[in-house]
C-alpha cells in the first residue's frame, strides 16, 4: 500500500499478542535476563564509582561511558546488520559483551579496578550491545506479523523496563551484600540465555545478489536516507532534544539517593526500580494511546508530564515522593521514545532499516549521554537539585519543538523492495567499481503543466536522494520549453544497481506520477553514461583486473 492512511493499530489483538509468535517468545522471554545483566552493571559501576571518586563528573559520567558506545558504535553495526546475516551481527555483540563483563569482574575481584578502567570497561560492554542492538530491532519484523509490530516494539522495551522495576533495586542489594565484583560476574552470565536464543533461532537469510557494500558507503546512505525522510529525520531530532533535557533522571540518581534523600545503594536501586515499573505500565499502553492520540500531540504531554516530575524529584526529600516522580518519569520516558521508535519503523524501508534504528539509537544515546555530562557539570558547579530542576524545565521546554518541528503522521506502506521491471542496455564491458555513473532522464511536458510537473519533480528529488543518487537536478531546455532533463550520479555502477533494487511501490509512484505527465509516445528516454570512463579500463589488455568477475547488468 501506499496511500496516507494513519496507522492505529487495527487489529493488533492487544499489548501482548506478539508473544504467540514462538520465535519472538523466546528471543523476548531470554532477553528479559540480559536485562537484568545490563542493569546490574549499570547500579553495579555507578555505586562503585562512588567508592572509587568523589567528584559528581565521574559518577555522571559512567552512564555516559555505556552510553557513548551506542551512539558510535550503533550506525556502523547498523550498516553491518543491513549487509550481513543479522542474527550471527547479534551472536557477536552479545558474546563480545559476555567476555568483557567477565574480565571486568576478574580485575575487580583482585582488586586492580580504578575508574577509568571501570569506565573503560563500560564502554566495551555498551560496544558489545550497540553491535547486537540493531540487529535485534530491526529483525522484529521478521519475528512478528506487521499487524503485531507496534506491539513488538512496546514489548521490546517492556522487557528492559520490567527488568528495570525492580532490578537496580536487586543490583543495589547484591552491591551491598557481595560487592560490585560479584554483579559484573552476574552480568556476563546473564547475557548467556539470549545469547543461546539467537544461536537457535533459524532465521531464513536471503543473501543479496549483489556483493555488500563497503561500510562508509552503507553508512553514508543509511546517513542521507534519514537526511531526505521528513518522518524519520523528525522523530530523530526529537528524540535527540528529549534524551538531552532529561538525562538527569538515570544519570544523577546516584546522587539524588546519596545527597537529596541521604540513601544508600538500596535506595538508589529504589529509585532506578520505580522509574522502570513506571515505563513498564507506560509501555502496556502504547497501541491505545496511538489508537486515541496523535504521536505529536502524546509527545508534548509526556514532555511536559516528564518535566513536572523532574521539579518535584529537584525539591523532594522525602523517598515516597521522589519514587512517585520516577515513576511518572518512567512512563513518560518510555512512551515518547516507543512512539518515535514506532514511527522509525513504520517509515523506514527493509532495505535501511537496521541502520535508521541504529540512528534512532545513536540520537536517544548521544541525547542522554551528553546530557549525562552537561547535567553533571551543572551539578558540580551547583547542587544536585538545581541541575534537576533546570532539566525538567528544558525537558516541559521541548514539547515547544512541535511548532517547528512537528513529527509526521504514521502511515502504512509498503516497506519492501519491488522489481522495476526494466534492465538497462550496457554495452561497456563495466565491474561493479565502474564510475561514476550520470543518469539523464527525458521528459516531453506540456507547458501549461510545468508548475505540476516541477512539483512532482521536487518530491522526486526527495527520493531519489533517499536511495543513493547524488548531485540530482532538474533542467530544462531554453530552445524548447516541454523539453525537460533529470540528472543525478551515482559513485559506481554497483552503487546505480543497488539504487535500482531500492525502490519501494511509494517511491516506484512517484516516479510513474512523473512519467504521466511525458507526452512521447516513446516515453522516458534514459541515457546512462560512465563519466571520466578512462579510470575503468585497464592501460593493457593482457594486465590482470581482479575486479572483472561482475560485468554489465547483475538484476535489482
Not at 563500560?122 to 553491535?131: D, E, F, H, S, T
Not at 530491526?138 to 522495576?165: D, F, K, M
Not at 555488500?212 to 525522510?229: S, V
Amino acid at each position: 500500500m501506499s496511500d496516507n492512511t494513519e496507522v492505529r493499530d487495527p487489529e493488533s489483538g492487544g499489548a501482548f499478542a506478539p508473544l504467540r509468535e514462538p520465535v519472538f517468545r523466546n528471543i523476548w522471554s531470554a532477553s528479559l535476563f540480559s536485562n537484568f545483566g545490563q542493569l546490574f552493571l549499570g547500579v553495579g559501576a555507578a555505586w562503585e564509582m562512588t567508592r572509587l571518586s568523589n567528584s559528581p563528573s565521574m559518577v555522571a559520567l559512567v552512564q555516559t561511558a555505556m552510553m557513548v558506545p551506542l551512539m558510535l558504535v550503533t550506525l556502523p553495526a547498523g550498516a553491518i546488520a543491513d549487509m550481513f546475516d543479522r542474527r550471527r551481527i547479534a551472536i557477536s555483540g552479545l558474546g563480545f559483551s559476555a567476555v568483557c563483563a567477565g574480565v571486568l569482574a576478574t580485575i575487580s575481584h583482585f582488586g586492580l579496578i580504578t575508574p577509568w578502567i571501570l569506565l573503560s570497561f563500560c564502554v566495551l560492554i555498551g560496544a558489545g550491545v550497540a553491535l547486537y542492538s540493531p540487529s535485534w530491532q530491526a529483525s522484529i519484523p521478521e519475528q512478528v506479523s506487521r499487524a503485531h509490530l507496534p506491539a513488538a516494539v512496546a514489548l521490546g522495551t517492556i522487557s528492559y523496563n520490567l527488568a528495570r522495576s525492580f532490578g537496580p533495586a536487586l543490583g543495589g542489594l547484591i552491591v551491598v551484600i557481595y560487592g560490585a565484583k560479584t554483579v559484573f560476574g552476574m552480568t556476563s552470565v546473564l547475557y548467556l540465555p539470549l545469547l543461546t536464543a539467537f544461536v537457535f533461532w533459524r532465521r531464513a537469510h536471503v543473501p543479496s545478489r549483489l556483493p555488500p557494500e563497503r561500510l562508509d558507503r552503507a553508512m553514508i546512505g543509511g546517513a542521507r536516507y534519514a537526511l531526505h525522510a521528513p518522518a524519520i529525520r523528525t522523530a530523530l531530532a526529537r528524540v535527540l532534544a528529549f534524551g538531552l533535557s532529561t538525562a538527569t533522571a538515570s544519570a544523577l540518581a546516584p546522587l539524588i539517593a546519596k545527597d537529596l534523600l541521604h540513601g544508600d545503594a538500596a535506595t538508589f536501586g529504589i529509585l532506578l526500580g520505580a522509574q522502570g515499573m513506571g515505563a513498564v505500565g507506560g509501555a502496556l499502553f502504547v497501541s491505545a494511546i496511538r489508537a486515541r492520540l496523535s504521536t505529536e500531540l502524546a509527545v508534548r504531554l509526556f514532555a511536559v508530564g516528564s518535566g513536572i516530575a523532574l521539579v518535584a524529584i529537584g525539591f523532594s526529600h522525602s523517598l515516597a515522593v521522589s519514587c512517585a516522580a520516577f515513576l511518572v518519569v518512567g512512563a513518560c520516558n518510555i512512551l515518547t521514545i516507543a512512539m518515535l521508535n514506532v514511527t522509525v519503523q513504520l517509515s523506514a524501508p527493509r532495505w535501511v532499516t537496521a541502520r535508521a534504528l541504529s540512528l534512532f539509537s545513536s540520537a536517544i544515546t548521544a541525547g542522554i549521554g551528553i546530557g549525562a555530562w552537561g547535567w553533571g557539570v551543572v551539578a558540580a558547579h551547583n547542587d544536585v537539585a538545581f541541575a534537576v530542576v533546570a532539566s525538567g524545565v528544558a525537558v516541559c521546554a521541548t514539547a515547544l519543538l512541535g511548532w517547528v518541528l512537528p513529527i509526521a503522521r504514521d502511515q502504512m506502506m509498503d516497506t519492501d523492495s519491488i522489481d522495476i521491471g526494466y534492465e538497462p542496455e550496457v554495452g561497456l564491458a563495466l565491474t561493479m567499481r565502474s564510475g561514476p555513473v550520470v543518469v539523464e532522464v527525458e521528459y516531453d511536458v506540456d507547458p501549461e503543466q510545468a508548475r505540476d510537473f516541477y512539483g512532482v519533480m521536487m518530491r522526486m528529488q526527495g527520493m531519489r536522494s533517499r536511495i543513493g543518487a547524488f548531485d540530482w537536478s532538474i533542467a530544462r531546455d531554453i530552445a524548447n520549453p516541454a523539453l525537460w532533463t533529470e540528472r543525478y550520479h551515482c559513485p559506481t555502477w554497483g552503487d546505480y544497481l543497488r539504487m535500482r533494487g531500492r525502490y519501494t511501490q511509494a517511491d516506484y509512484d512517484v516516479q510513474t506520477e512523473a512519467d504521466s505527465y511525458n507526452r512521447s509516445k516513446e516515453g522516458r528516454r534514459v541515457h546512462r553514461r560512465l563519466e571520466r570512463p578512462f579510470g575503468s579500463v585497464r592501460w593493457k589488455a593482457e594486465s590482470y583486473d581482479p575486479h572483472q568477475e561482475t560485468v554489465g547488468y547483475i538484476g535489482p
